[in-house]
T-cell receptor, first 115, second 113 residues
Framework: KAGVTQTPRYLIKTRGQQVTLSCSPISGHRSVSWYQQTPGQGLQFLFEYFSETQRNKGNFPGRFSGRQFSNSRSEMNVSTLELGDSALYLC??????????????FGEGSRLTVL | LAKTTQPISMDSYEGQEVNITCSHNNIATNDYITWYQQFPSQGPRFIIQGYKTKVTNEVASLFIPADRKSSTLSLPRVSLSDTAVYYCLVGDAIRGYGQNFVFGPGTRLSVLP
């Protein structure tokens, strides 16, 4: 079956702009979580959605937001971009239900460059 | 959330067995231990998960002592393609909630010919 799909794969923005990234989870997966990866900070958790509700949130400013649709697809938005937002943004999906292994399936990421 | 500590980097040669140890002194009763592998510019990939004792699959083994304050990922007979960053995560995976696993800096494994 198809894996986790993230779009776009690469994008370039300038400071002050906003960006929306999309993630299509594996069919049947109801949990989608987002991560930011930078060389200096490593992989950092942004937030997790389950059945259209944000279930957990990491320590990121309010400029970072997300949502999940009824088909489990998720989007994340970053407003008022800063240079430090340049990173690889990873989406992961999982069943998100009790009695599962909790294995996260990651997409290949969206690489954002802010100029 | 349990914090994990791993070696920053390790070197090995092809054909050797590699053991990467992760410390997680504050692991909670419901926490599982999961290891992921990441290649450059790709998302992490699940390797193995366990709760206690030993777990083995087709690519690795995971050893967890009785106190669960550490775990060791064992990769048998590594090859050049095993060069990657390996992350140890601790979290309440089975409940399916709070999947905000805390990824530490990981261990950068370099396999040399």
């Amino acid at each position: 079956k198809a894996g986790v799909t993230q779009t776009p794969r690469y994008l370039i923005k300038t400071r002050g702009q906003q960006v929306t990234l999309s993630c299509s989870p594996i069919s049947g997966h109801r949990s989608v979580s987002w991560y930011q990866q930078t060389p200096g900070q490593g992989l950092q958790f942004l937030f997790e959605y389950f059945s259209e509700t944000q279930r957990n949130k990491g320590n990121f400013p309010g400029r970072f937001s997300g949502r999940q649709f009824s088909n489990s697809r998720s989007e994340m938005n970053v407003s008022t971009l800063e240079l430090g937002d340049s990173a690889l943004y990873l989406c992961a999906s999982s069943l998100g239900l009790d009695r599962n292994t909790g294995e996260l399936f990651f997409g290949e990421g969206s690489r954002l460059t802010v100029l | 959330l349990a914090k994990t500590t791993q070696p920053i980097s390790m070197d090995s040669y092809e054909g050797q067995e590699v053991n990467i140890t992760c410390s997680h002194n504050n692991i909670a009763t419901n926490d599982y231990i999961t290891w992921y592998q990441q290649f450059p510019s790709q998302g992490p990939r699940f390797i193995i998960q366990g709760y206690k004792t030993k777990v083995t699959n087709e690519v690795a083994s995971l050893f967890i002592p009785a106190d669960r304050k550490s775990s060791t990922l064992s990769l048998p007979r590594v090859s050049l393609s095993d060069t990657a960053v390996y992350y140890c995560l601790v979290g309440d995976a089975i409940r399916g909630y709070g999947q905000n696993f805390v990824f530490g800096p990981g261990t950068r494994l370099s396999v040399l010919p």
